[in-house]
């Protein structure tokens, strides 16, 4: 009998995906902000990220710490800077060299570092601000996700906030999973949340943004036309005794 072949791990059917997906995406305009509906949605997501930073008073940026676990070719990272946050105090980890070194020529004063969410080499309690933007839908492994969401409270400051952003349904891309609220819920027990939907749905937006740019914002008002969640996340306060 021939011996089975060892299942890959989702980690490695993770950097298979986007090896490809650096070969598939090289032409294409898909996430540039010259495509229009790229930058309506890119847009609607910083005007909420902008409101929820205000109303949880994480304003302004520029003292605080703030760490973005998966940070890719630092995209979300440099809008964090153009929001004001200082490049010295964003911190970026990513498990992809090939994508930390894009970051490392978009943010050269961050400290940017490879290493797997699971196992974060930062100290406890250190970020004000941690952030996941598309990382967990990207990962099938239901303990891979728990690791990672363990270390993000792990190094957040008592009294910060995790910033989750990411999509509960995309059923074009057999290479994610949607992630809704109860399970965002079982990845942070113990926390409180606040979920907001965002960002009208990139086919529709594809369509309807180079067409008319407010029939986009009002689609965008219906909720089950928005695909993805911004959600606060914050540890609940130690009760006084
Ligand atoms: C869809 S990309 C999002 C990148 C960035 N957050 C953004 O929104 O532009 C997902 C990123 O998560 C990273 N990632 C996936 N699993 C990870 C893990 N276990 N540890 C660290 N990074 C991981 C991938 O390498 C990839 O760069």
Wanted: proline residues 8%; charged residues 20%.
């Amino acid at each position: 009998m021939s011996a089975q072949p060892e299942p890959a791990s989702d980690l490695d059917r993770l950097r298979a995906e986007y090896a490809s997906r650096k070969d598939r995406l090289a032409a294409s305009d898909l996430y540039s902000p010259f495509n229009t509906a790229n930058l309506f949605i890119s847009q609607q997501r910083q005007r909420l990220t902008l409101k929820l930073l205000r109303e949880n008073g994480f304003y302004p940026l520029d003292p605080l710490d703030i760490l973005e676990v998966g940070c890719g070719t630092g995209g979300i990272l440099l809008e964090y800077h153009s929001f004001g946050a200082h490049p010295e105090n964003t911190h970026g980890v990513d498990l992809l060299p090939a994508r930390l070194r894009d970051a490392h020529q978009h943010l050269p004063g961050s400290p940017i570092l490879c290493a797997d969410g699971q196992f974060l080499p930062l100290p406890s309690h250190f970020y004000d601000l941690v952030l996941q933007y598309t990382v967990f839908t990207s990962i099938f492994d239901d303990t891979i996700k728990m690791k990672i969401a363990s270390e993000m409270l792990r190094v957040l400051k008592p009294g910060g906030m995790i910033l989750w952003y990411d999509f509960w349904l995309n059923p074009t891309n057999k290479q994610t999973r949607g992630i809704r609220p109860a399970e965002i819920r079982r990845l942070f027990p113990g926390c409180r949340f606040d979920f907001h939907k965002v960002t009208l749905a990139p086919p529709v937006a594809r369509r309807l943004a180079p067409v008319s740019w407010i029939l986009a914002l009002l689609l965008e008002k219906i909720s089950l036309l928005n695909s993805h969640y911004l959600a606060v996340i914050r540890s609940q306060p130690v009760p006084d005794r």
